[in-house]
């Protein structure tokens, strides 16, 4: 039996915990380099179901708590750059105000990132969207407030009601 079955994590099982977040244990701790006055600046980020708490050091020493509610972010963006080694792909939690955007993935693969992008959206309760290649970022589907816009189907699509024998002719017996 490994260490890591006994109940320790080992070493590569730790950062991939923390590489990996589950969005499904909440809450989720996710630790990044943010903008600052004087350059990049660790911070720090609590996810919860229905709020987001951003802690940073200021250029003091004193650290910054921000606390923002989950419905003023506008959806989780998959982001997919080709570089030199391949294709990179990022997932964040996106915000108008950049500053309170969280990075969430950054992967190689792209079905992974489509699967956990899908996964975050669903548990937070975001829009999908995607960043096109000159920045701009989209909505996957059509929303209309809180309702996804889609066709118009017919009121009795279903086959099997359709094809089948109304009940009074399947009490008639046959002469």
């Given at each position: 039996m490994t260490s890591s079955a006994a109940g320790a994590m080992a070493p590569a099982d730790r950062e991939r915990s923390v590489l990996r977040p589950d969005p499904h244990h909440m809450p989720v701790h996710i630790g990044y380099f943010g903008r600052g006055r004087r350059g990049p600046v660790q911070q720090v980020a609590v996810i919860r179901r229905e709020v987001v708490?951003?802690?940073?050091?200021c250029e003091a020493g004193v650290p910054l708590y921000i606390t923002v509610p989950l419905k003023?972010?506008?959806g989780v963006v998959l982001t997919v750059r080709m570089g030199d080694e391949g294709e990179e792909v990022s997932l964040r939690l996106?915000?108008?105000?950049?500053?309170?955007?969280?990075?969430?993935?950054d992967c190689a693969s792209s079905d992974?990132?489509?699967?956990?992008?899908?996964?975050?959206?669903?548990?937070?309760?975001?829009?999908?969207?995607?960043e096109d290649a000159d920045g701009v970022v989209r909505e996957v589907e059509q929303k209309l407030g809180g309702?996804?816009?889609?066709?118009?189907r017919a009121r009795r699509a279903n086959?099997?009601?359709?094809?089948?024998?109304?009940?009074?002719?399947?009490?008639?017996?046959?002469?």
């Amino acid at each position: 039996m490994t260490s890591s079955a006994a109940g320790a994590m080992a070493p590569a099982d730790r950062e991939r915990s923390v590489l990996r977040p589950d969005p499904h244990h909440m809450p989720v701790h996710i630790g990044y380099f943010g903008r600052g006055r004087r350059g990049p600046v660790q911070q720090v980020a609590v996810i919860r179901r229905e709020v987001v708490a951003i802690r940073r050091e200021c250029e003091a020493g004193v650290p910054l708590y921000i606390t923002v509610p989950l419905k003023s972010y506008r959806g989780v963006v998959l982001t997919v750059r080709m570089g030199d080694e391949g294709e990179e792909v990022s997932l964040r939690l996106d915000h108008g105000n950049t500053d309170l955007a969280i990075p969430l993935l950054d992967c190689a693969s792209s079905d992974e990132a489509v699967a956990q992008w899908r996964v975050w959206a669903a548990v937070l309760g975001c829009a999908l969207l995607v960043e096109d290649a000159d920045g701009v970022v989209r909505e996957v589907e059509q929303k209309l407030g809180g309702l996804t816009i889609r066709p118009p189907r017919a009121r009795r699509a279903n086959k099997f009601f359709a094809e089948r024998r109304p009940r009074f002719l399947t009490r008639r017996k046959v002469g």
